[in-house]
């Protein structure tokens, strides 16, 4: 699809009713906000919720943990294989997380899943986390997890020009991210970008205002990530390498999949960066979920849209990997 194909406006809808009674049950606990608490803290609260509230992912051959050189020191992958027979497509999975939490266990479902859906091997990337290495440690991280895999993949049993890149939120900021980084010595065929982070946060939209408040991402949780991620740097709110909005250079991205969610404060910016890439001159495929919130992908059992969200990918990947 291209830029034609995009809506100028997305359609409302209610949110799905299964989520709005998890995020009822979640209010009515009296936990603290977040970004009050300390990060290690946090991303335990993370990973005890993505554990908790997805469904088991479907079998696959094999996952395994291998470090190599990173920018900052060792930099550990998990590396997962289909029970399919090679060469494969190659998928790096960058997990989301705010650049402060998230992990490979809070994302380990969601490639086990893309993994089998896709019939492809999946590198997932544990980056550096902020406040600890602010940016661009998880963009220098994630750049060097591509180079490795576009170096590595007959090693992985994978194929060199069927690579591609996908990640959910911040981490979908940073493949796309490493992707551009990546123009003109390698050549991923495919890029997914699931609810991305894609603006400064001081640059309003309607979206924070109608979602900031009360849907599992709020307005304060993604500001504590931001302050966290640009520490006392925040002149670099508009580094190419942050938002991607104000990059010059989307026009070298691969073909690329966007999905917004209805109830997402990052719901605007997704769709705008959506329209970019199609400008660009990308094929571009916009697919929105109306009903859904962010980080849906971990609530699969509560509602299938996460679920839905996973397939839907998981299918434009095939097709675009598969293709000769």
């Not at 809808?13 to 998890?22: H, I, M």
């Amino acid at each position: 699809m291209t830029h034609a194909s995009i809506p100028a406006v997305l359609d409302p809808a209610p949110l799905d009713p299964a989520l709005a009674g998890f995020l009822a049950q979640a209010a009515a606990q009296g936990n603290p906000p977040l970004e009050s608490l300390p990060p290690p803290v946090a991303r335990q609260i993370y990973r005890d919720l993505a554990a908790g509230l997805g469904l088991p992912a479907p079998a696959i051959a094999s996952a395994n943990d291998r470090t190599i050189d990173g920018v900052g020191g060792p930099l550990m992958l998990r590396i997962y294989q289909p029970d399919a027979q090679g060469p494969l497509p190659l998928l790096l999975y960058v997990h989301g997380g705010g650049f402060v939490i998230g992990d490979l266990e809070t994302h380990d479902k969601i490639c086990r899943t893309l993994c089998h859906d896709v019939a492809a091997v999946v590198v997932a990337v544990d980056y550096r986390l902020a406040p600890e290495h602010p940016f661009p440690a998880a963009v220098d991280d994630v750049a060097c997890a591509l180079g490795w895999v576009a170096a590595h993949a007959r090693e992985l049993g994978a194929d060199p020009s069927r690579i591609a890149l996908a990640g959910d939120s911040a981490g979908a900021q940073l493949a796309a991210v490493a992707a551009l980084r990546s123009a003109g010595a390698i050549a991923p065929r495919a890029l997914g970008l699931i609810y991305p982070v894609a603006q400064h946060y001081s640059e309003p939209s309607p979206s924070m205002a109608e979602n900031g408040e009360g849907k599992f991402l709020t307005n304060g949780v993604m500001q504590w990530f931001i302050d966290c991620y640009l520490g006392a740097r925040q002149e670099l709110a508009r580094h190419a390498d942050f938002a991607l909005l104000h990059s010059q250079a989307l026009g070298t991205l691969p073909s690329t999949w966007l999905a917004t969610m209805g109830h997402d404060p990052l719901r605007d910016e997704g769709h705008a960066l959506a329209l970019r890439i199609a400008q660009a001159g990308v094929p571009t495929e916009h697919r929105h979920y109306p009903g859904a919130i962010h980080a849906c992908l971990h609530f699969t059992a509560v509602s299938p849209l996460g679920t839905q969200v996973m397939a839907d990918l998981a299918g434009w990947l095939r097709a675009q990997l598969c293709s000769s």
